[in-house]
């Protein structure tokens, strides 16, 4: 087969964008979460513990939005909040352990197909694709500011055209 080329290779890394972006959403419709409360809950679980401010920082939600995300988690039985061991005015939003393995049960089919796929793998050409997840994960989340920047650029744009008109 010959090496394929960079319109080949885009088509390949979209349809894998794709198809972790589709495993996300059905993950989150499996336990009952939106795409939002799935990432805040991976965030949460990944750090073990994270402030609503940290979380709003990291979803690109305002802090009353956030605030509303929590509560949505909390009913859930996703997380609870508890006061900061080192700051007790802040309240720390930490994943509820059992709730975890419900995330787990959904997610593990996807993990055992990957690691499948890794599996074909030499160690040192895994080490390659795992130093792509670590230099990837940090672009697409500056990427995403990006994104999130243009757009709130265009809305006040778009906002003070309005506010101008008669």
């Given amino acids: 087969m ?17 198809a972790v ?45 956030t605030t509303r995300l929590i509560d949505r988690l909390e009913r859930a039985g996703f997380v609870r909040r508890a006061a900061d061991p080192e700051d007790r005015r802040k309240v720390i939003v930490e994943p509820v352990a059992d709730s975890l393995d419900q995330i787990e049960k959904v997610v593990g089919p996807a993990r055992r197909q990957v690691a499948e796929v890794l599996s074909r793998y030499t160690p040192e050409q895994r080490a390659v694709l795992f130093d792509y997840f670590a230099h990837a994960a940090p672009a697409f989340r500056a990427a995403t500011e990006e994104i999130r920047g243009a757009a709130a650029h265009g809305r006040q744009r778009k906002g003070g055209a309005a506010a101008r008109r008669p």
């Fill in 2 to 18: 010959a090496d394929p080329t960079p319109t080949d290779e885009h088509m390949v890394f979209r349809q894998y964008l794709d």
């Fill in 21 to 65: 972006g589709l495993h996300g959403m059905a993950g989150a419709e499996a336990v009952g979460l939106s795409a939002s409360e799935w990432y805040a809950l991976s965030q949460i679980a990944l750090e073990g513990t994270l402030t609503s401010g940290e979380l709003a920082e990291r979803t690109g939600l305002t802090t009353g939005a």
